[in-house]
């Protein structure tokens, strides 16, 4: 983005070279003009991780790392090459053991290690290539009391330029007449959302009425190269106009992103207010909200035609997913996979995207391995020490050792929620650690 | 450790992948049904005139190892013949598409930008943006371009303005006294596009002709295709038409010997031998139009479109559903929220049975969702 500071390093693999990065991460911090305290833990993230990844990327390979200054937050990016010896200890739940390091706290699972972090994933790019990427967000105030616009004058029309004020003031409204959970984390500190919106984090559609006060509110952002995820339609006037209102917002939306390079659009968390006939139901996600179990549907919808596609599927999964394609009307080629006879390897690694703001934790599989049943009961069983209540595993059919897995996930007791038609490379599986009431 | 995507230009990076539909066989397959009526590319369903039908099938297989004509000489020699031009005054092209491909390229060059409608034929804008150039949206004005705003969306760095007449999707169309305003207003600022790809399903006297207003107004180029009216969209003909300058400048970036042998040869032939096509054509598209919106009136469905060969509905439920359940009856149409009609479908105007079809499917699903 146009205004980030960016630093871009590579050095080699070694601890000596932790100390000096945290020292640009400090100097990028100042300089974008964060607050003491989220520097230091910018700079502690840098440092651990810089020292945790010394433990086994290849010695031969650099460690590129890039350090990015936005409005809103800092983020430290790893990219380093793995050799398949030391994958294990990639997990985030493993211990790094490796004679080179020297400070016990790089000892400990990247989960402790990233805990400087606000959040923090691993992916896996290609054959031994790995990017770490961690992020530390700038510290604003919580939401002060908002008071709602009166008075309204209609007509209501879709706002395209905007202002940070009303930016603010939308998501303080928002957050003052919604649930919590249907908003997204920077409406709870609403000067957030409009830097958020400035860096191209996020982006919104805003009603207003012919005074040019503000009506309503949809946002979305990219969760991944196909799929946009919306919070909303926030909806700010009485009912008798808030249908209008809504479905101006939605239209709005759909409009605006009808050309970008997504294939479908999908939400957890949408409000009541959404039109129903735009969208069509998944499932649900399980969710604890204020000590009560609910049920939050998982509503979407294409941008494009869907003229079908070829997914792998398990004997496990295949009743489900053939009740879901025959009840979505879509249309795919079932190929069955069974599970292997043998892994490939003796160590699993686990993709995992941590966020306690959220009280959520996202998994994926980067390779398959003996332990894979073992590794996920582990994940699990470290994200419920961290107070995490949220445990989603995102699988990929177009891959099919990723559909094989199936059986460890039931045993690790995971549950398929969802079909996200085209939310990973072809559709993807939402499955849900059970929850317990 | 760059990854390729590291060395692609951002503006290729961000854009959307164009993901076209599947052959007829696999879509009936994957849909389970034994026949499908094509009401979603606009295609002429009575195919191309007489004539070409004869050269299509007169023609030689073995001169499918020569190359064709690299500037397509014998069509431009029909066409100037037809429209009383030089026929250096025309480029053809592998459809319409190449030809705006080659216009952008000609005349605009980074930091430069181009206008049109944000409700229009995508092409332009897609075209432009993977070339880097900036893309100037313009909303419509009840469903028609709006002269004023387009004006006022020019900047010194605008070089082209695309004018769809009539508009894909909307049916809407600029008269005469439209067009002439906006280009005395325009004044040469700009060169302007008319890309009239569905004029000839219109016989309204207050429709301008591309062809005539060019030689009054030398920044003004008419685009026009093969694929439409004269039912010849597999072999993808487009052409252009513009001042000697103009053409003499795009032809330098286009690429000779895209338009394939045996659609020269079929567009060529279609060109002698047009009239009763035409008229045929006009009275299906016509009788299929009003069976289509006595339909949407039946069911209360918001409708539009006056010209070219297809219209739209508004419909109670997600555009892209309601195609996966008309696929499943055998009818395929247009989603139009790529078009920014969300919850709109397109409907190409067709022969009976196909309507028929269409007719039967809608209020089926309709009452089921």
């Known amino acids: 983005m146009p205004g980030d500071m960016c630093i871009s390093l590579e050095i080699p693999p070694e601890t000596d070279f932790a100390c000096p990065v945290a020292g640009l991460a400090n100097a990028l911090a100042v300089r974008a003009g964060f607050d003491r305290r989220e520097n230091y833990r910018f700079q502690l993230a840098v440092e651990e991780f810089c020292l945790y990844l010394a433990g086994f990327a290849d010695g031969n390979q650099p460690l590129s790392i890039g350090l990015t200054g936005k409005r809103h937050q800092m983020r430290a990016s790893f990219a380093f090459r793995a050799a398949n010896l030391s994958l294990g200890a990639l997990n985030i739940t493993s211990r790094a053991t490796s004679g080179t390091l020297e400070a016990s706290s790089a000892e400990m699972g990247l989960l402790l290690v990233g805990k400087a972090a606000d959040r923090f994933r691993l992916e896996h790019h290609t054959g031994d290539r790995f990017v770490l990427e961690a992020e530390v967000d700038r510290a604003y105030p919580e939401v002060a009391t908002v008071r709602r616009p009166e008075g309204w004058c209609p007509p209501f029309a879709i706002r395209t330029q905007h202002d940070p004020a009303q930016l603010t003031q939308a998501a303080a409204l928002a957050m003052s007449a919604y649930p919590r959970w249907q908003c997204p984390g920077c409406f709870r500190t609403p000067a957030k959302f409009p830097d958020m919106v400035a860096d191209g984090a996020i982006a919104c559609v805003l009603a207003c009425d012919a005074r040019g006060q503000t009506v309503g509110l949809l946002s979305w952002a990219p969760c991944s190269g196909q799929a946009l995820l919306f919070s909303g339609p926030f909806v700010f006037t009485p009912p008798e106009t808030s249908a209008s209102v809504a479905r101006l917002l939605v239209d709005g939306f759909l409009e605006t992103v009808a050309r970008e390079p997504y294939n479908i659009v999908f939400s957890f968390r949408a409000t009541s207010d959404l039109p129903k006939a735009s969208f069509e139901t998944l499932g649900s996600l399980q969710s604890f909200v204020d000590g009560r179990l609910e049920h939050h549907p998982i509503v979407f919808r294409h941008l494009r035609e869907d003229n079908g596609l070829a997914v792998w599927c398990p004997p496990q999964l295949e009743r489900f997913l053939r009740q879901a394609y025959d009840r979505l009307a879509l249309s795919r080629d079932i190929l069955p996979v069974e599970k292997p006879t043998a892994r490939p390897q003796r160590a699993s690694l686990l993709g995992a995207a941590y966020d306690p703001g959220r009280n959520l934790a996202e998994l994926t599989a980067f390779l398959d391995g003996e332990d894979m049943t073992a590794n996920l009961a582990a994940h699990v069983a470290a994200f419920r020490r961290q107070g995490i209540g949220a445990i989603l595993y995102h699988m990929d059919l177009s891959v099919p050792w990723e559909a094989a897995l199936a059986s460890d996930l039931i045993q690790a007791g995971f549950t398929p929620v969802a079909i996200l038609p085209q939310g990973g490379r072809t559709d993807k599986v939402v499955w849900q650690h059970e929850q317990l009431a | ?369």
């Open chain 2, 1 to 369: 450790m760059n990854s390729l995507l590291d060395r692609v230009p951002d503006y290729v990076r961000s854009f959307e992948r164009y993901v076209p539909s599947r052959p007829d066989p696999v879509l009936m397959r994957q849909f389970g049904v034994t026949k499908l009526f094509r009401l979603n590319n606009n295609e002429n369903a009575l195919g191309p005139p007489p004539l070409a039908l004869e050269a299509i099938a007169s023609f030689p297989p073995k001169q499918g190892a020569i190359y064709p004509s690299g500037d397509a000489y014998d069509l431009r020699q029909a066409l100037a013949a037809r429209f009383g031009k030089s026929p250096d005054q025309f480029l053809v092209g592998n459809g319409s598409c190449e030809v705006i491909s080659s216009v952008i390229r000609a005349f605009c060059a980074p930091g430069d930008a181009i206008v049109t409608a944000e409700k229009t034929f995508a092409v332009y804008e897609w075209v432009a943006k993977f070339s880097g150039i900036e893309v100037r949206l313009v909303p419509l004005v009840d469903q028609a371009f709006s002269p004023a705003a387009m004006l006022a969306a020019l900047t010194e760095r605008t070089k082209i303005v695309f004018v769809c007449n009539p508009n894909n999707p909307t049916g809407s169309w600029w008269n005469r006294a439209t067009l002439e305003r906006f280009l005395a207003a325009l004044d040469g600022r700009a060169v302007v596009v008319l890309d009239e790809a569905y004029r000839e399903f219109l016989d309204d006297p207050d429709f301008p002709d591309g062809m005539e207003v060019m030689q009054r107004h030398d920044n003004v180029l008419v685009f026009r295709t093969f694929s439409k009216m004269y039912g010849l969209a597999g072999f993808r003909i487009g052409y252009l038409c513009g001042s000697l300058e103009a053409v003499d400048i795009i032809r330098r970036t286009h690429i000779a010997y895209s338009a394939n042998i045996l659609g020269q040869i079929a567009a060529t032939a279609a060109l002698a031998d047009d009239v009763g096509h035409i008229a045929a054509t006009r009275r299906m598209v016509s009788e299929a139009r009003g069976f289509l919106r006595d339909l949407f009136d039946s069911l209360g469905l918001e409708h539009m479109g006056g010209a070219g060969n297809f219209i739209m509905v508004r419909t109670p439920l997600s555009d892209t559903l309601l195609y996966r359940r008309l696929m499943r009856e055998g009818v395929m149409v247009r989603t139009m929220t790529g078009f920014r009609y969300p919850n709109w479908i397109r409907v190409s105007l067709a022969q009976e049975p196909a309507m028929t079809a269409f007719a039967t499917a809608l209020p089926k699903i309709l009452e089921t969702s």
